[in-house]
């Protein structure tokens, strides 16, 4: 019997990616979920250009390197890690800057470049859409997105990271038909096999990064509906904001995340860290916070919240610095939130809370 469940996200805090992929795999039995030991595996990262992971654009490759040595232990070998970059850049450039060529070498495990790659027209619910062959071949996927914003559909998750598994031709294609709809109906027919979304430092607006916010979180679905909503939560928004999402569950790829009826485990908890490196947007917002010993994952959902705000025009409301962080234990105050601020006059609880739950509750005064 596999122990996770479809309607359930594996949560994990740290900054450091490999053990937290180790753990997730863990929690998951992924072994029990693969199954064979001689099919094909595939990771998928999220390498849309050549940019290092600290800038908030592209997948951690201790990720990969995490679930290649998990996989490895445990009688695995049949592993590749496969990657079309967008139109524009280069994928072996990509590979060679994120850090993959060298963990290509380090653990014998053939990187495949999609931009080389032929592929064949599917019928994906009505919508005849190209994909490449290699992504096709597989028996199990492992899809790593990163959690991040993006400047035409707002949030990029899993189900946009099937996008890297089409021709160069497609990409084009899709942004002509205005993305949501061709995304959505590409993943009806890619493998979505287990998910793991770093959301170790994401870009806050740019798909192409610039604007990282610290969050030293990662988690993992099945469902990528499910894990694209619980994004949109985490950052803020609703999953209505991002009609693929909400397209791809109409087609029955998945079913999105419900605090009522989906099951969210953490493994740990968050710590404190001081490590709150940010691009110039992030440094704007940071004069609304007062954080004293804040953990990375609730200050970055306070980020997102305030970005949120910003967008709407709603940044005014917030007279005085909000409060956050373990720093305030025992304190009394104004506003604050996470449970550390409880004795504040405004307190909003949670260890960590959403960026929706501090969305509503900032709003809400």
């Known amino acids: 019997m596999i122990n996770m469940k479809r309607n359930e996200i594996l949560a994990v805090y740290g900054d450091k990616p490999l053990e937290m992929a180790k753990k997730l795999l863990s929690a998951a039995e992924i072994e029990k979920l693969i199954g064979d030991r001689d099919g094909k595996i595939g990771i998928k990262p999220n390498l849309v250009l050549a940019s290092p992971a600290s800038d908030g654009a592209t997948t951690h490759p201790e990720i990969a390197a995490g679930i290649i040595e998990y996989l490895k232990d445990s009688g695995f070998r049949n592993i590749e890690i496969l990657e079309g970059s967008w139109v524009g850049d280069r994928t072996q ?125 990662m988690f993992a679905a099945l469902d990528p509906v499910l894990c694209d909503s619980y994004i949109c939560e985490l950052m803020g928004f609703n999953p209505e904001d991002v009609p693929y999402i909400t397209l791809a569950e109409r087609l029955g790829v998945g079913k999105r995340y419900d605090p009522q009826t989906s099951a969210l485990t953490e493994l740990n908890r968050p710590e404190c860290s001081a490590d709150f490196r940010s691009g110039r947007k992030v440094e704007k917002l940071r004069k609304y916070v007062d954080a004293q010993s804040a953990c990375s994952a609730c200050y970055g959902s306070l980020i997102h919240a305030l970005a949120r705000m910003e967008r709407d025009g709603e940044l005014s409301k917030i007279k005085s610095p909000v409060a956050i962080g373990q720093g305030f234990r025992g304190k009394t105050g104004e506003t604050g939130v996470g449970r550390c601020t409880c004795g504040f006059g405004n307190s909003l609880a949670g260890c960590p809370p959403s960026a929706g739950d501090i969305l509503r509750f900032l709003r809400g005064l």
């Open 93 to 217: 450039e990509a590979f060679r800057v994120c850090g993959y060529t060298e963990l290509s070498k380090g653990y014998g495990v053939k990187l495949i470049d999609l931009q080389k790659d032929s592929f064949k027209s599917y019928n994906c619910k009505g919508v005849e859409i190209a994909v490449c062959d290699e992504a096709m071949k597989l028996d199990f996927l492992f899809n790593l997105p990163v959690l991040k914003g993006h400047c035409q559909t707002l949030m990029t998750g899993a189900l946009k990271n099937g996008k890297g598994l089409i021709p160069n031709a497609e990409k084009r294609r899709f942004h002509a038909m205005g993305l949501n709809k061709p995304i959505a109906h590409l993943n009806t027919v890619l493998r979505n096999d287990f998910i793991i979304v770093d959301g170790i430092c994401g870009d806050l607006d740019f798909e192409e990064g610039g604007n990282p916010v610290v969050m030293n979180r």
